[in-house]
């Protein structure tokens, strides 16, 4: 007799967890990047940095770790090895001394230019359409939010 699986036993199949292909999307998703980025000399969340600076240069740690939903503490490093390169530079907030203001270098200004193709590619390498793409971006960001406004409760 053919013993049928209880419903707990489906429930929890890998295939079948909502987060497993949010995070297997995600590892899929960095690998893509990963020789796109290597010729820019970039790691994927030295990237993310540059994307934050590029928008809006000579900003907080802070700020930027308020962008990228990071803490103090592992975004230090990566800006440590930015300007290490002369991506970026740091410097102590004249106005407040606690804080640490980063600016582009000129390197890292014409970083964005070399950088500017990668969105194509990754797009053409995803199979979508950039209509699909912004689609699944906005509910990806809904679940974030909605994600978060559980854990700060």
Same mark, same amino acid.
């Given at each position: 007799m053919? $013993?049928?699986?209880?419903p707990? +036993?489906?429930?929890l199949?890998?295939d079948k967890?909502?987060?497993?292909?949010l995070y297997?999307?995600?590892?899929a998703?960095t690998?893509t990047y990963?020789?796109l980025?290597?010729?820019l =000399?970039? *790691?994927?969340?030295?990237y993310?940095v540059m994307l934050v600076?590029?928008k809006q240069d000579?900003?907080l740690v802070?700020?930027? =770790?308020? /962008?990228?939903f990071?803490?103090?503490?592992t975004l *230090?490093?990566?800006? $440590?090895?930015l300007? /290490? %390169?002369e991506?970026?530079s740091?410097?102590r907030?004249a106005s407040d001394?606690?804080?640490?203001?980063?600016?582009? *270098? +000129?390197?890292?200004?014409?970083?964005?230019?070399? /950088?500017?193709k990668?969105?194509r590619q990754?797009l053409c %390498?995803?199979?979508q359409? %950039?209509a699909?793409? /912004?689609?699944?971006r906005?509910?990806?960001?809904?679940?974030?939010?909605a994600l978060?406004? *559980?854990l700060?409760?």
């Open positions: 053919k $013993k049928h699986p209880s707990h +036993e489906d429930y199949a890998l967890q909502f987060c497993f292909a297997s999307a995600s590892l998703m690998k990963k020789p980025l290597d010729e =000399g970039l *790691t994927y969340p030295q993310l600076l590029w000579d900003i802070k700020d930027i =770790g308020e /962008a990228l990071l803490d103090s503490g *230090t490093p990566l800006l $440590k090895r300007e /290490a %390169a991506i970026i740091r410097q907030d001394e606690r804080q640490v203001r980063v600016r582009l *270098t +000129e390197v890292g200004r014409k970083l964005r230019r070399s /950088a500017e990668i969105p990754v %390498a995803s199979g359409d %950039a699909q793409l /912004a689609q699944l906005s509910e990806l960001q809904q679940l974030r939010s978060q406004s *559980t700060s409760e």
